[in-house]
């Protein structure tokens, strides 16, 4: 499956998650995991625990920044793992979950990529 992380300086980061998603029909377990599905069926789980062995693959990059953006402090952040099977499915989906949280978050994908989650270009992002 392909993925990223989404990163906020947001201690209760995967709680605000889980709860924008429900409130558009997302399905949450447990176990930490929230599953949306769009429209068009396309799926996007969201698990709330980040194995501290990955840790490094966010925290410490390197990070290829994609636009202007306004850099977080990877130091307070937490991280969510988001996964999904369509770049622009993720793409629009995390864009408008990036409306409905307090503050600013960030995708970081498969080849290290920093976006800022409200501008997450669907064709250059690499899941």
């Known amino acids: 499956m392909k993925g990223a992380f989404l990163v906020a300086e947001d201690a209760d980061l995967y709680r605000n998650v889980r709860d924008a998603l429900v409130r558009v029909g997302a399905v949450a ?7 949306f599905r769009d429209e068009l069926g396309n799926l996007l ?28 402090s ?9 996964e999904c099977r369509s770049e622009r499915a993720f793409a629009v989906i995390v864009r408008q979950l990036a ?19 409200s501008k997450v270009d669907p064709d250059r992002l690499k899941l």
């Open 29 to 35: 377990t447990d176990d930490d995991v929230v599953q």
């Open 45 to 72: 789980t969201v698990f709330g625990r980040v194995p501290m062995s990955t840790d490094w693959e966010w925290r410490e990059g390197p990070l290829t920044i994609h636009g202007t953006i306004p850099l977080p």
């Open 74 to 82: 990877l130091e307070r952040a937490t991280a969510c793992w988001l």
């Open 99 to 117: 409306t409905e949280l307090a503050g600013p978050a960030w995708v970081i994908d498969g080849d290290g990529g920093l976006w800022l989650a």
